[in-house]
């Protein structure tokens, strides 16, 4: 057990929807991320937060927003969904953003 | 931008070491890690080394890193058929600024 915990584990929606994706991260980490992985892109780094502030974009679509709570848990939002979306969404957290990354379990979506 | 070269798969014999290989392209990484991840589950954080560190040693894993060439082996003393599972090297850079960038990932297969 990593200690980072994402909730649901699986999600099924169609096509235009929006689901929010939630992780919360281990007990004294501050820094928290998002990554994608699917069989045609591989694990792909979406989006870093730090201690409530967004620090680093990576290959994060613009129907994809993210936020960080003060009590440091994290939130992915998409939004207007479609086929190619499908993929495990992962979180992980550090306790800073050069150390050693923890991930959680991952959220399985899945668009019909 | 950044690269992280792994072969497909390994096949070993149960009770036989295996060396996993990973070259990178970025000469600014500060940390090299393996990750672990088992059929339906998450990256599990094997093991990690500092760029400055040439051989890391935990257990049955052994870490080397040849900062020179950018390459990173992982190797697992008496491979067990607990081992089975898809290998990641992913290597951090920028202080952390663009998050993990992960190799597409290494299978390993254990014969019996």
């Known amino acids: 057990d990593s200690g980072v915990t994402q909730t649901p584990k699986h999600l099924i929606t169609a096509t235009g929807q929006r689901v929010t994706l939630r992780c919360s991260p281990r007990?004294?980490?501050?820094?928290v991320y998002w990554y994608q992985q699917s069989l045609d892109q591989g694990l792909q780094f979406l989006i870093q937060y730090y201690n409530g502030e967004e620090r680093a974009k990576g290959n994060i679509l613009e129907r994809f927003s993210a936020q960080q709570f003060p009590d440091l848990h994290s939130e992915l939002n998409l939004s207007s969904l479609e086929l190619g979306d499908s993929a495990l969404y992962f979180c992980?957290?550090?306790?800073?953003?050069?150390?050693?990354?923890?991930f959680g379990d991952g959220t399985r979506l899945s668009i019909l | 931008g950044e690269d992280v070269e792994q072969s497909l798969f390994l096949s070993v014999r149960e009770g036989d070491s295996s060396v996993i290989n990973c070259t990178y392209t970025d000469s600014s990484s500060t940390y090299l890690y393996w990750y672990k991840q088992e059929p339906g589950a998450g990256l599990q954080l094997l093991t990690y080394i500092f760029s400055n560190m040439d051989m890391k040693q935990d257990q049955r894993l052994t870490v080397l890193l040849n900062k020179k060439d950018k390459h990173l082996s992982l190797r697992i003393a008496d491979t067990q058929t607990g081992d089975s599972a898809i290998y990641f090297c992913a290597d951090l850079s920028g202080g952390g600024a663009d998050g993990l960038t992960f190799g597409k990932g290494t299978h390993l297969i254990i014969q019996p």
């Open positions: 007990s004294g980490d501050l820094s």
């Open positions: 992980a957290s550090s306790v800073a953003p050069d150390q050693p990354q923890h």
